[in-house]
């Protein structure tokens, strides 16, 4: 086997679903589960903007409502996060990768701001055109090799299409990664931190194992 991220500590095998963690796969695992810990037990920040011209500043409150929604956003963002770090089936893993796009969007669109809104709509709509490559590239890998699993790929028995590589790095980019997710800077400046952040961290997260990944089959 290609031990790129290190000699397996374990593995769980139901077929081609495959759970497994190597020393690269549990460092990224507990650190999405440490921050999911952060996120669930912290309070939002309170963003200020300073009034141009004058000493006057204001305070962005988050109502309740706002705060609990993307609280479970970024919490199912976590889970996704670790999920796609330890599943050893590339269909598993374009399934978590879509759903961490999906917990981004949501995160940031349950801002009240139309600006802001505005952005997670477009970049939704890239994350949306994201997943055809993405899933693309899982049917195009089980119907050239006749399987799923990363385990059995690593091995070299069969060889991966370079079509099947180049469209789920495509599909993992829209998803979540830069450049099109750093183009929108409103997802950035959105108020309420530690909840954005895992915007980025997932997105860091994701294109750490994506290049296992790639390098893995």
Do not use: W
């Amino acid at each position: 086997m290609n031990e790129i991220g290190g000699a397996p500590l374990f593995f769980l095998e139901f077929g081609d679903i495959v759970i497994y963690f190597t020393p690269f796969t549990l460092a990224l695992f507990l650190l999405a589960l440490v921050f999911s810990v952060f996120v669930l037990v912290s309070r939002p920040e309170r963003q200020l903007e300073i009034a141009f011209g004058g000493d006057a500043y204001y305070a962005k409150e988050i109502s309740l409502s706002e705060l609990r929604f993307r609280r479970f956003m970024s919490i199912a963002c976590g889970l996704a996060c670790m999920g796609a770090m330890v599943t050893g089936d590339v269909f598993d893993f374009t399934l978590f990768v879509s759903l961490v796009g999906i917990c981004n969007v949501g995160i940031v669109a349950a801002v009240r701001s139309r600006h802001v809104q505005n952005a997670a709509y477009q970049y939704g709509l890239v994350a949306l055109a994201g997943t055809v490559p993405m899933f693309a590239a899982a049917g195009m890998v089980a119907a050239t090799t006749g399987t799923l699993s990363m385990l059995e790929l690593a091995k070299g028995t069969a060889t991966v299409p370079v079509a099947a590589r180049a469209l789920l790095v495509l599909g993992v980019m829209g998803e979540g990664m830069a450049p099109f997710y750093a183009a929108k800077a409103e997802m950035f400046r959105a108020p309420g931190a530690p909840y954005v952040i895992m915007c980025s961290l997932s997105s860091l997260l994701i294109f750490l194992r994506v290049t296992e990944v790639i390098l893995l089959i």
